[in-house]
């Protein structure tokens, strides 16, 4: 007899093969991924061949329901991945309620079902909302948690690491924030999860490394999207974008210009030029065995510090500060020394990724209740903070990225009556920086 189980993945016994599958000599069987768990179901049934199922051991649940009033936009994604066969990724801006349609996809299923995400913010808010919508209790893996519930969150790092205890429990998987599956390590949670169901949200589709058509075969195809541009106005705030320009003072000018020339003299002697995240890749690589690029790439690193660091962007934010009294603010910047300056200069709490748990939650609740008026953080509030009055967005240093861009314009989108949000650049003129704020901004 022919029988199908799960180990990190799918084994078969009884000397038959699967598509997709390779011979593990310990095992003395074929095995497969267990993302093929349909496709070798769906083999296994055409070939005719007697065979015992033994893969799912699915957390055992009652009636998973929900009452859920969505939008019309969020009624049409989850039409467009149930004709997908269930597997897909929805793309949405932040503030439209991707939190809903997965909730509408859990209900669809009325399978446990389990929500990966990439930060314990995100997973607390999750396991807050499903447990409002559906009255149960639901399971946490992440942040020293680790328990399984019908509906159960889970932190990428969790998952990962616990695969063989999570991946054959769940019919659905949720995948928030998809855009990191694609990443070394967290691809192996989409690989060896049997999952049959798999839905992927995310604002921001592409990753500027170009894998995000991984994302096809690890979670299916991209079955629907909208964009901040359509929504503004209707289902989010409208925005006005700014930028404030500053200049480098002369000894900071002196000194990027220096390191700017080490750079740029030695692209022009190796016939070299960055493009794209691959060439600068290629250039690190480099840089490990020959001195030279690995001189141009640390001079490289300077010129960037003294653009996004410049000290004139503390002036320019205190008159952003100033003329906008009241308004709940954010704060981003790139690098944690510059915002626990901005914390100690203009009194304001900051969080970044060596914050503890329990002051993170602390200054997040103030910030939702109004005590505190404003917050500064590095990259780690990118993502997972629900703050529906926040107005005023303010990128004192940042990437090219488009992805981190629209990140960051969405923690200030979420509709209120009256509210019109403010994204401001404060941007070092005459640098890269300021090619880097045209990149990001794109076409919105």
Not at 131 to 137: D, H, L, P
Not at 158 to 175: D, K, M, P, S, W
Request: charged share 25%.
């Amino acid at each position: 007899m022919i029988t199908l189980r799960y180990f990190r993945g799918l084994i078969l016994s009884g000397g038959a093969r699967l598509p997709n599958s390779v011979w593990d000599n310990s095992l003395k069987s074929y095995k497969a991924l267990g993302m093929h768990y349909a496709d070798a179901l769906a083999f296994l049934k055409a070939s005719g061949a007697e065979f015992q199922d033994r893969v799912m051991d699915e957390v055992p649940h009652k009636d998973l329901r929900a009452s859920i009033l969505p939008r019309g936009y969020q009624v049409e994604a989850l039409d467009s991945w149930i004709r997908a066969g269930m597997r897909g990724t929805v793309v949405l801006p932040t503030g439209s309620g991707k939190t809903i349609l997965g909730m509408l996809a859990i209900h669809e299923a009325n399978s446990a079902t389990i929500v990966i995400v990439p930060t314990i913010d995100l997973m607390e808010q999750w396991r807050s909302r499903l447990e409002r919508a559906f009255s149960v209790e639901v399971g946490a893996c992440g942040g020293g948690e680790f328990r399984i519930a019908p509906l159960t969150v889970a932190t990428y790092d969790t998952a990962y690491l616990r695969v063989e205890e999570l991946g054959n429990r769940f019919h659905l998987a949720i995948f928030d924030e998809v855009h990191h599956l694609p990443s070394p390590g967290y691809s192996q949670v989409a690989e060896l999860f049997a999952s049959r169901y798999r839905l992927g949200l995310t604002a921001t589709y592409e990753r500027e490394d170009g894998l995000h058509s991984e994302l096809n075969r690890l979670v299916g195809p991209k079955v629907f999207e909208r964009g901040v541009g359509e929504m503004a106005g209707t289902h989010l705030s409208p925005f006005k974008l700014e930028r404030v320009y500053v200049d480098l003072s002369p000894e900071e000018g002196e000194e990027y210009g220096r390191n700017t020339a080490v750079f740029r003299s030695f692209l022009a002697r190796n016939n070299m030029r960055i493009r794209s995240p691959d060439d600068l890749r290629r250039l690190i690589m480099r840089s490990g065995r020959d001195p030279e690029a690995r001189e141009a790439l640390l001079a490289r690193n300077r010129a960037n510090a003294i653009a996004l660091n410049s000290r004139s962007k503390i002036d320019a934010l205190r008159g952003v500060l100033e003329s906008s009294p009241g308004e709940k603010t954010i704060i981003f910047t790139q690098h944690n020394s510059l915002v626990y300056e901005i914390s100690r200069l203009f009194l304001v709490p900051a969080i970044t990724h060596s914050t503890p748990k329990e002051e993170r939650a602390e200054v997040l609740d103030r910030f939702r209740s109004g005590v505190y008026r404003a917050v500064v953080t590095s990259k780690v509030l990118d993502e997972g903070i629900d703050v529906p009055d926040a107005s005023l967005g303010i990128i004192l240093s940042g990437t090219g990225s488009r992805r981190e861009f629209v990140q960051r314009l969405g923690r200030i989108l979420r509709k209120v009556e009256g509210k019109e949000a403010r994204l401001v650049e404060i941007v070092t003129r005459s640098t890269g920086e300021a090619r880097a704020s045209t990149r990001r901004r794109g076409d919105l």
